[in-house]
Nanobody, 124 residues
Framework: QVQLVESGGGLVQAGGSLRLSCAAS????????MGWYRQAPGKQRELVAT??????NYADSVKGRFTISRDNAKNTVYLQMNSLKPEDTAVYYC???????????????????WGQGTQVTVSS
């Protein structure tokens, strides 16, 4: 099993910055992909950014403002958010695709896990 613990959310004024962190712990062989998703009130959860073995992907709405990075030694993913806008207000969730054991690695099998979420509020 994998546990994901997020931190770094909070209240910030428009134009400000926040940095989210998510650390993975538990019993697993390796982490394949890690990423961030967000869900605003009344809306569906949406992708913000992902990092799959160093290959990154961003939602169009955050390109040029957000940067995802990973520290593989610490099994931690970060999301640096700059030039924040009120529309970035949401609960941000960390996601990880884990390979649980050597058998899963041989099969190419991963399992997805979610963090508990951290609130980001951007005031205008």
């Amino acid at each position: 099993q994998v546990q994901l613990v997020e931190s770094g959310g909070g209240l910030v004024q428009a134009g400000g910055s926040l940095r989210l962190s998510c650390a993975a712990s538990g019993s697993f062989f390796s982490i394949n992909a890690m990423g961030w998703y967000r869900q605003a009130p009344g809306k569906q959860r949406e992708l913000v950014a992902t990092d799959t073995s160093g290959s990154t992907n961003y939602a169009d709405s955050v390109k040029g403002r957000f940067t995802i990075s990973r520290d593989n030694a610490k099994n931690t993913v970060y999301l640096q958010m700059n030039s924040l806008k009120p529309e970035d207000t949401a609960v941000y969730y960390c996601n990880a695709d884990a390979i649980l054991d050597i058998g899963a690695y041989v099969r190419g099998s991963t399992r997805g896990y979610w963090g508990q979420g951290t609130q980001v509020t951007v005031s205008s």
